[in-house]
C-alpha cells in the first residue's frame, strides 16, 4: 500500500511532458469510459428494440386472431392483399421510405454508409409488417424488428453525437436486441449482429452488443414472460443419424437455392408491373389469398405447423406436408418478391422443419431402429436452411438451440447445418442479404481495404499541392519566388481556377539548363493527361484508380472543377497500414 500511494503521489506531482505511466494509464481510462459509454447506449438501444419486438410480436397476433374469425372463407383471398397495400402505402408514402429488403439497408450502413440510417425506418417497418404479416402475407417478423433495431441504434448514436467508428456498432447492438427479444434468444441475437451485420468478431464488439441482446431479451421476458418458442422432449441420436444430418444439409441447402431462386424471379416480374408500389404488393397479397383458398396454411408465420413438425404431432400427411412445403415457397416469394413487407427468418424455420421432417420420416421407414424420431430431423433442417440462405452457420445453430432450449442434438446439427453452408457457397454468391449488394459493387466486407477507405474522408487522404496557372511558361516558373518551395509536383489551373492536370517536378529538368525552351513551352504542355476524381466520389474508387502501375497520384476537384488536393499512392497506402494497425489492436 505504501508503494502505491508513493507511487500515485509521484504521478500526480509530474510537470511537463507525461510519462509512459501516466500515458498507459490515461489511455486505459479513456478506454474504460468508452466501454461503459458504448455499455450504457447499448442497453438504451436494447431497451428500445425489445419493446418494439414485443409491440409488434402482440399486435401481430391480434391482427392474426381477427383474420382467423372472419365468417367467409372468400374473405381470406382478400385480407392478404389489402393488408399489403396498405402497409407499403404507409411506408412509402406516409413515411417516405422507399428501401426495399431492408436488412441490406442495415448491412451497407455499417459498411460504407458510415453509421447512419434515417429515423423513420424505426416505425416504418413495425406498421408495414404488421399489416402485411398480420393479414396473412406468407412471411416473418425478424427482418422487420432487425431493420428497426438498427434505425433505433443509429438514432442513439446521434443524439448523443457518437463518432463514426461508434454509430456502426450501434446499429449492430439494435440488431443484437431485436433478434434476442423476438426469438427470446440472446446468444442468438449477439451472434447473428456479429456474423451477418457486422462481419467481424472482435472484442471491442462484445460488451455492447451483449449488453443490447440481454437487456433487450430481459424486456421481452417481461412483458411477453420466459417462454421458449418451440418447447420439446430430449432426443438421443445414433451414429448412423450423423450420415442422415449430412445428407439433409445438402438437401436443405438446395431447396434455400430454390427458395432464394423463386425470390428473384418474383422480384423481377413483379417489378416489371407499371403500378404503384403498394399496388405491386396487393397484387402479391391477392397470389397469396388464391392461394391459401386451397391450403390456408400457407398463411402467416407458419410456427404453428413447426410446433407440430418437432413434436411428431403433425396433423397433415406426409404428402400434404411434401406440398406445403412448395406452397410456402411461392406464398413467400409472392410476399416478399412484390414487395411486402417481411422477412426471411420465419420461411426459412419452416422450409426446414418441413424438409427435416419429410427426410426424417424415409429414414424412419427405411429403419426405424438405426435412426432417431423425424422431430429431430425437422430440428436439424431448421438450422441449416437459416444457415444456407444467410451464410450464417453459428447464427442457425444458435438459433435452433435457444428457441428449442436443448443442447442434446449439437453434434448433428452442427454437421448439418455446416454442410448446408458449405453446398449453398457453391449456388449462391453471398446471402440472401448480400447478393444484390455485391452485384452492385456496394458490399464492402468489414476491414477490407475497401471498406476502410469508404469509411475515411477525403481530407484523411489528401496533400495540399501547390496550384499554378496552366499558360505559365517555364522561364516564368523558374522565375517565381515559390519555385524552391514546389515539391515533387504541382498542379495547373485554368483562368477560372479549373483544374487541368499535374506535373512532376522530374519531368521539369531536361529543361532546366537549355534557355531557348524556358519562353516557348508552358506547363500546360508538360502536364500528364490524368482523369481526376469528383469529390462526390466514394474515396474507395481510389484502390481501382491506383491498382495501376503508371498511376501515383490522385486529384480529386470539387463540384465547381475546382482541385481539392491529390491523393498519392504512398499517402493512401499509409493510412490503410495505419487503419489496419487500429483494427487488429481493438
Given amino acids: 500500500m505504501k508503494r502505491l500511494m508513493a507511487w500515485l503521489k509521484e504521478l500526480l506531482s509530474q510537470e511537463g511532458q507525461p510519462t509512459d505511466s501516466q500515458t498507459v494509464l490515461g489511455l486505459r481510462m479513456y478506454q474504460t469510459k468508452e466501454a461503459m459509454t458504448l455499455m450504457a447506449l447499448g442497453a438504451v438501444v436494447g431497451c428500445i428494440a425489445g419493446f418494439a419486438g414485443v409491440v409488434l410480436n402482440l399486435s401481430v397476433h391480434q391482427l392474426e386472431h381477427l383474420r382467423h374469425q372472419l365468417p367467409n372463407p ?53 406498421v408495414s409488417s404488421f399489416l402485411t404479416v398480420g393479414s396473412g402475407g406468407a412471411a416473418g417478423l425478424e427482418g422487420p424488428i432487425v431493420v428497426s433495431g438498427a434505425a433505433a441504434g443509429s438514432l442513439v448514436s446521434r443524439l448523443f453525437k457518437m463518432p463514426e467508428r461508434h454509430r456502426s456498432l450501434l446499429i449492430a447492438c439494435g440488431t443484437s436486441g431485436a433478434i434476442g427479444g423476438i426469438f427470446n434468444a440472446p446468444l442468438t441475437g449477439l451472434v447473428f449482429s456479429l456474423e451477418v451485420i457486422l462481419g467481424e468478431w472482435k472484442a471491442r464488439n462484445l460488451v455492447p452488443t451483449v449488453t443490447s441482446a440481454a437487456v433487450a431479451t430481459q424486456v421481452s421476458r417481461l412483458l411477453m414472460g420466459h417462454k421458449i418458442p418451440f418447447p420439446r422432449e430430449p432426443l438421443y441420436h445414433t451414429p448412423y443419424d450423423l450420415v442422415g444430418f449430412g445428407l439433409l444439409g445438402v438437401i436443405c441447402a438446395v431447396v434455400g437455392a430454390l427458395l432464394l431462386l423463386s425470390l428473384r424471379k418474383a422480384h423481377a416480374v413483379f417489378h416489371r408491373i407499371p403500378l404503384l408500389g403498394s399496388l405491386v404488393a396487393g397484387c402479391g397479397g391477392l397470389g397469396v389469398g388464391l392461394v391459401a383458398l386451397a391450403v390456408p396454411e400457407v398463411m402467416g408465420e407458419g410456427y404453428d405447423l413447426i410446433h407440430q413438425f418437432l413434436r411428431n404431432e403433425s396433423l397433415l400427411p406426409l404428402y400434404m406436408v411434401f406440398i406445403l412445403l412448395f406452397l410456402r415457397i411461392l406464398a413467400t416469394s409472392l410476399t416478399l418478391g412484390s414487395g411486402g413487407a417481411g422477412g426471411v427468418f420465419a420461411p426459412s424455420l419452416f422450409l426446414g422443419s418441413s424438409l427435416g421432417l419429410l427426410f426424417g420420416s424415409l429414414l424412419q421407414w427405411l429403419g426405424s431402429d438405426l435412426f432417431v424420431q423425424p422431430g429431430a430431423y425437422a430440428l436439424g433442417g431448421m438450422a441449416a436452411v437459416v444457415a444456407g440462405i444467410m451464410v450464417a452457420p453459428l447464427t442457425g445453430i444458435f438459433l435452433v438451440l435457444e428457441i428449442c432450449g436443448s443442447y442434446d442434438l449439437i453434434l448433428p446439427l452442427m454437421l448439418c447445418t455446416l454442410t448446408s453452408f458449405l453446398v449453398s457457397r457453391f449456388f449462391n454468391t453471398g446471402s440472401i442479404y448480400t447478393r444484390d449488394l455485391i452485384f452492385a459493387g456496394l458490399f464492402k466486407p468489414r476491414g477490407s481495404q475497401e471498406q476502410l477507405l469508404a469509411d475515411a474522408d477525403w481530407q484523411e487522404l489528401l496533400d495540399t499541392v501547390p496550384q499554378l496557372p496552366a499558360q505559365m511558361t517555364l522561364g516564368d516558373l523558374f522565375d517565381h519566388p515559390q519555385y524552391a518551395e514546389i515539391g515533387r509536383l504541382f498542379a495547373l489551373v485554368d483562368r477560372d481556377q479549373q483544374f487541368v492536370g499535374l506535373v512532376y517536378f522530374h519531368d521539369l529538368k531536361p529543361y532546366l539548363n537549355d534557355q531557348a525552351l524556358h519562353t516557348l513551352i508552358t506547363l500546360f504542355q508538360l502536364a500528364k493527361n490524368t482523369v481526376p476524381m469528383a469529390e462526390t466520389e466514394a474515396p474507395d474508387q481510389l484502390l481501382a484508380r491506383l491498382s495501376d502501375p503508371q498511376v501515383q497520384d490522385v486529384a480529386v476537384v470539387r463540384a465547381d472543377g475546382t482541385l481539392r488536393g491529390v491523393a498519392s499512392k504512398g499517402r493512401v497506402f499509409d493510412f490503410l497500414r495505419n487503419e489496419t494497425v487500429v483494427q487488429q489492436d481493438q
Avoid: E
Avoid at 392483399?81 to 411506408?91: M, N, Y
Fill in 74 to 126: 372468400l374473405y381470406q383471398l382478400f385480407f392478404p392483399a389489402c393488408g399489403a397495400v396498405l402497409g407499403i402505402f404507409i411506408q412509402q408514402r406516409i413515411f417516405r421510405d422507399m428501401s426495399g429488403h431492408g436488412v441490406p439497408d442495415v448491412i451497407r450502413s455499417v459498411t460504407i454508409g458510415r453509421g447512419i440510417l434515417p429515423s423513420r425506418m424505426l416505425f416504418s417497418r413495425l
